[in-house]
């Protein structure tokens, strides 16, 4: 570590300048943290480095890490623990150093190798999508952040986050897949739906899917995330035994337990999988349906009864021609240049490897 340490401050080294990384350490930089160096690899890193850390040394990684009280490690997840044990390997890491990691997948327990060095270890995951920019600054103010750490040094953890206007949430070691698991369904999944039912509505000769479904969709995410801060949370043990949460805001016909207006939903829908090869539509309709079903009856919305006339609606045989089962395969799903997860044919930018989230794994 060089330089005179600051009272209550620590030199911050930044490795890896991704849209998180580099985010990070400007908020940290703006807490009064000095960023004492930066490891950035590709050109687009390099030129976000100079965007959001101007005047830091774009140094290796192990200088970084020689150089720094805090060592941020916003690198990809699959890249984390190799790239600990390396520097483990060559003496990098300092007794009494932080080191702090940003992956949602993981807890302390991947940063061993440094913890044998005597490292504070930290896993300090945000909870939002990240743009790379200065935007992200006044983003990061009510983020909640995923602290993992040991106990006596959760604190720093815990005060680090409030420090870039965040809200620290204690998650256990153990727990943290499931954790990452679950923003991934809830983001990513949500990102799929939008997707199918933009393809659907094209399909029906809409102009504008996006538009049409803007304000719907608002609506509805605001009054689930709004069901699920104010009920009861759910219970480990089931749907049965949950509280009644998220599904409390649920609208529509599954709700009024409409099974003709689910039957015609699963028709043309269908009709839409075989004359696109846009299959995942109905399946994902079907799956999501049947769910939707067995929550709202567990949280006493439906009766038996209403509920039961629901799911057999979802489990009679597609009466479209063509129309596979639900164990289809779907490979190769959807046609070229459609709205959805069908177009595999578009080009793909080469990723950062800096990068510690790509867009498609932004939780």
Request: glycine letters at 14%; hydrophobic letters at 45%; one cysteine or more.
């Amino acid at each position: 570590m060089s330089g005179e340490r600051r009272p209550g401050r620590l030199g911050v080294g930044v490795v890896g300048a991704g849209r998180v990384g580099a985010v990070l350490g400007s908020a940290l930089r703006a807490a009064g943290h000095p960023v004492v160096a930066v490891s950035a690899i590709s050109a687009e890193s390099r030129e976000r480095a100079e965007q959001l850390l101007p005047g830091v040394p774009v140094v290796d990684v192990p200088e970084v890490v020689r150089r720094s009280e805090l060592v941020l490690l916003a690198v990809p997840d699959d890249a984390l623990e190799g790239l600990v044990t390396g520097l483990a390997d060559v003496g990098a890491w300092q007794m009494g150093q932080i080191v702090a990691h940003t992956s949602g997948r993981y807890g302390v327990g991947v940063l061993a190798a440094a913890r044998s060095a005597g490292v504070i270890p930290l896993a300090l995951h945000p909870a939002m999508t990240f743009t790379g920019t200065s935007l992200d600054l006044a983003r990061l103010v009510g983020c909640t952040f995923a602290v993992t750490a040991p106990g006596p040094v959760l604190p720093i953890g815990q005060a680090l986050v409030v420090e870039v206007g965040g809200e620290p949430v204690v998650v256990a070691e153990e727990a943290r897949p499931l954790y990452h698991a679950a923003l991934a369904h809830g983001a990513n999944h949500l990102v799929v739906l939008v997707a199918q039912a933009a393809q659907a509505l094209a399909a029906a000769g809409v102009d504008d899917p996006g538009r049409v479904l803007g304000p719907l969709l608002s609506a509805a995410l605001d009054g689930s995330l709004r069901a699920a801060s104010a009920g009861a949370p759910a219970s480990p043990g089931g749907v049965a035994s949950g509280g009644p949460g998220a599904i409390t805001a649920l609208t529509g016909p599954v709700r009024r337990g409409d099974a003709g207006t689910v039957r015609d939903h699963v028709e043309v829908l269908g009709a839409l999988g075989a004359g696109t090869g846009a299959v995942d539509v109905p399946l994902s309709y079907r799956t999501l349906a049947r769910a939707a079903t067995s929550r709202a009856l567990a949280a006493g919305l439906l009766d038996a009864g209403a509920a039961q006339t629901l799911l057999d609606a979802l489990t009679e045989p597609p009466r479209v021609a063509g129309m596979p089962e639900d164990r289809a395969a779907l490979d190769g799903v959807g046609p070229p240049g459609a709205d959805g997860p069908g177009d595999h044919g578009a080009a793909q930018d080469a990723p950062d490897p800096d990068d510690d989230r790509t867009q498609e794994d932004d939780a």
